[in-house]
């Protein structure tokens, strides 16, 4: 008897840009996206394969490989991202706003109103910056982000007390420029909640401090809440070389990941720093409702935070 002809695989395309924080997570939703539809009726029909794609004109690289265990998806085949996208891209299935959970259904249709079941594939992005995208997934995660043996932490973390890492960054975010720091009264009130909770627990408690750059470091230098402490350390100059995007290296995640609890600022690195660490994370709740006010740039923090994560704000 003939064989009927072997149906195309279906491809999730992921964009992958910049820096290492915003490369997991857009590795990490277009994989539970793939995933969901598992059940749908093009993934009983077709393979769903999933690859990644960096436009010729951008200097970004998958930086994922390099950092974790993985295995990772290859780079699309030749013809796979250009047509799953578009000509302007009007196929493609973008998020409803920054951090908006907005999922892929393959039973439905993509940007410009066509049905999956016609097209090669689902081009998906851009940031991606929700846990609700790889709800579930997380054991399979931890294992995938596992770090390579080669990858060094770029600081020494202390044993014997417990470990809070601030991860310190300012800047680009959500495409506003020159986004500053949380103001010193965040920083006060997030280490005087962990000194708090140590002393419950007759636990020591130590700061780990990594800034972004230079200017961070300068910065929280000023702070009282920094200065009025002996036991915050910095786990490395701002101005050493920053190869990461602008969050930090992965040498720098495998440092913030050691620590045993994380207090953040802003950007996907910090938050990846929190995830991996695995305790109790603090995060600036009032940065994004600040700066992302209406239009795409608006923020739903639930989409955004795990509800076991602390929120404080000024």
């Keep these: 008897a003939r064989r009927g002809k072997i149906p195309e695989p279906f491809w999730i395309v992921l964009t992958a840009v910049d820096g290492i924080g915003n490369q997991m997570f857009q590795y990490s939703s277009a994989l539970g996206m793939m995933l969901s539809n598992a059940g749908s009726q093009v993934g009983k029909t077709r393979q769903l394969r999933l690859c ?127 986004v500053p720091l949380p103001p010193d009264e965040y920083f006060e009130r997030a280490m005087s909640y962990f000194e708090e909770e140590g002393r419950k627990r007759q636990v020591e408690v130590e700061f780990l401090l990594l800034p972004a750059k ?15 402490r002996s036991n915050v350390h910095l786990a490395r100059a701002g101005d050493e070389h ?24 802003m950007g996907a690195f910090g938050w990846w720093a929190g995830w991996l660490a695995g305790g109790s994370v603090v995060y600036y709740r009032d940065l994004y409702g600040q700066i992302g006010k209406g239009g795409k740039n608006q923020v739903i923090p639930e989409n955004h935070w795990p509800a076991s994560w602390i929120g404080f704000g000024e």
């Design 52 to 178: 990644h794609h960096i436009r010729p004109d951008m200097s970004h690289q998958f930086l994922l490989p390099e950092a974790f265990v993985g295995p990772f998806t290859g780079p699309c085949p030749e013809g796979v991202a250009g047509p799953t996208c578009g000509p302007d891209c009007e196929h493609a299935h973008w998020e409803d706003g920054f951090a908006t959970y907005t999922p892929l259904d393959l039973d439905g249709n993509d940007g410009a109103g066509t049905p999956y079941s016609q097209r090669p594939g689902a081009f998906v992005g851009r940031y991606l910056q929700s846990p609700k995208y790889f709800e579930g997934m997380e054991d399979t995660l931890r294992e995938i982000f596992k770090f390579n043996e080669d990858i060094e932490p770029s600081g020494r973390v202390a044993s014997g007390v417990e470990i809070v890492g601030i991860h310190a960054k300012s800047g680009d975010v959500l495409g506003y420029k020159d």
């Design 214 to 228: 230079l200017e961070d470091e300068t910065a929280l230098r000023k702070f009282k809440s920094f200065v009025s």
């Design 242 to 265: 920053d190869a990461g995007g602008g969050g930090g290296t992965a040498q720098d995640l495998k440092l913030m990941a050691m620590c045993d609890h994380i207090i953040t600022t």
